[in-house]
């Protein structure tokens, strides 16, 4: 039997050196490691160099006595917890409490018996020990209270309650005052909408051993308001009966704070601040209810910025936001406050303002008097988005356009409010901005068509319906195809051969264009193809690439890989595409440009005269080609403004170095009259109309000036 870890150090303090003497043999022999000191003073100074893991203490000495030694050696470094055993007088009942008193941790009485010492001293180092490991393991308990903010509690049966320290820190409270704090006092921390269900919780708690978990507001003693999460259950002795109560509570006030940022964040926009889209749905939920059962009248305003994609590239997308971020804070302004009022004024008042799109902004009106008044609020704030906007050193201004539904009239879901809403404002848009619509059944009709159309396009796409013609552009002085253009048509099982212009617009708009150019690009590659194969003149064939196709990422590769797979040469592919197209974003478009240029294929600038502002950009587009668009071919034989801007722009391409073709000839006098001006380089009615392509082939094969004697139709 020997726990102690033998070579424990002990200290053995006597004046008498007979007794010490005896001590310290007799402990040496049981294993420990001894120190002697003579005097109270001498044990100290020893103490103090190198502490002890045991002390044992005569009370009676000369210089100071073994009661102030004590007291001191608690004080110093190590000796607050070493155990210190005082020798006294048996019967001796005044030292023994005085040594008690003096710190001492148990006592022996004298005479020693000298058999029993070793067996003292080990229990005095055992308990000791055991007590360390206790404080330790409370300690550590303490830590992880601290750390997970989660204090402990008891409550007896009395009332009385046993705090941890942690819980104390939790109620910001003075650790004695919790200790002893009654249950009815913690009740008094709970904040009052909370008070009557904790008190509840804990009554049954205690009576029936109804165990809970409940979330609720305390208020510290400093006032500060805290979240806690608290679970309690009963304790209950051997026999199953209840003795006390015990729970945790945890302070869970930064979790909830965070939780509470995070849905902030999700139910938010960011750059405005205001409710977004989901948020929107939820808030405007409840209030369309109130309405239903009120009988009253609401709309929905969606509100859109008119060309905002030109403010962007124009101020660029930071100002672009600080533009959204003024017109947010008016509308807020006229939504609120003040203005409400002139809104309230017939009547209704504003629920909701939220951000549900990019430059999309929606407010729901409720308790509408007549749907006018809708109206009226549109208008206002119409008028508050179109004042200028000063952002450092420039001014801008832009407008907006609001399409408006009502409840019950149009809807009476939220989700489909806002849907009825983004229509009317479609044709508040199509019908030339800057103005509010309100939502008829026509226009869900013509959505609803739209739809269908888009699904019989998609349909289209994927089941081979559409067809590839040609149009030859032609050397006017020779008459012979020097390239051609492709353009789709649709064979329609129904409406028959479908034209471009009535479709390629709703493809543009639903994304369908990228397939079908896709499908496109490989019909004319597989053509050229084909006719390299067969040994026919080849000459570049030009597709027409939307705006959409331009800028997606991988269309430099993917081109290159196309061309790759049919075994075809870059510069046998021309790309059309519009000025329009390049001057939304001209940095991109330009490096877009480079990029497609440096693999090797042709550009060619497509509908040339119809944009603006492009005469000064055109130097930084790198392309090859130029076609002068119809409108202006038109009446070029006549001389007039169209003449000269067809003069012009065939001397800016001749400077430029670039080929210029003319779109839409049809009579001999436009031909004349281009090739007077030095344009050689014609497509239209007057050589060829667009044809199928097996029609084309025949063309080429048989290699004569267009246009032939043929007789097709
Ligand atoms: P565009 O690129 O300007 O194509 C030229 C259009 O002018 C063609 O109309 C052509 O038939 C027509 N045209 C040619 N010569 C004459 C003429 O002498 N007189 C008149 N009045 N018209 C002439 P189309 O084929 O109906 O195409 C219309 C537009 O549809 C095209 O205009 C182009 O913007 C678009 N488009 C056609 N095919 C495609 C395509 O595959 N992809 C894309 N993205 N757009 C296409
Ligand atoms: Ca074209
Ligand atoms: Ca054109």
Redesign the pocket.
Known sequence: MNPVPAGSRLLVVDDDCLLRGMAARTLRHAGFDIVEADSGEQALSVFEATPFDLVLLDVLMAGIDGFETCRRLRRLPGGARVPVLMLTGLNDTESIDRAYEAGATDFITKPIQWVLLAHRVRYGLRSAAAADAMRRSGDSLARAQRMAHMGNWELRVGGQMGCSEELARIFGAPAEAMQCASADAFLERVRDFDRERVRQARERLQNEGMPYQLVFQVERFDGVARTVFEQAAPVRDVHGRQVAAEGITQDITDRVEAERQIRHLALHDTLTGLPNRDFFLELAAPALEQARRSDSLCAVLQLDIDRFKSVNDAIGHEGGDRVLRVIAERLQAGTRGADLTAIGRHGGHVEVLARLGANAFTVMLVDLDRAEHAAGAAQRLLQAVAEPIHLAGRDVQVTASIGISLFPRDAREPAELVRFAEQALYEAKRTGRARHRFFDETMNAEASARLAREADLRRAIGNGELRL?L?PKVDAASRRIVGA????RWQHPERGLV???DF?PLAEETGL?LP??DW?LEEACSLLAGWARDGLPLVPVA????TPCFMSDDLVDMLSARIARHGLQPGQLML?VTETLLMSDIDRAVARLEALRARGFRLSL??FGTGFSSLGYLKRFPIDELKID?SFVRDVQHGGKDGALVASIITLGRMLDLKVVA????TDAQAAALMAQGCQLH????YA??MPAAQFRELLAQRLPVPLPLEVA
Do not use: Y
């Open positions: 013609h149009q253009e492709a353009l789709v034209p471009p212009v390629i264009i079908l150019t496109v597709v027409n690439v939307a059309e497509d509908d119809r779109e839409g000839v049809e497509q239209g009615f007057l109309r667009p």
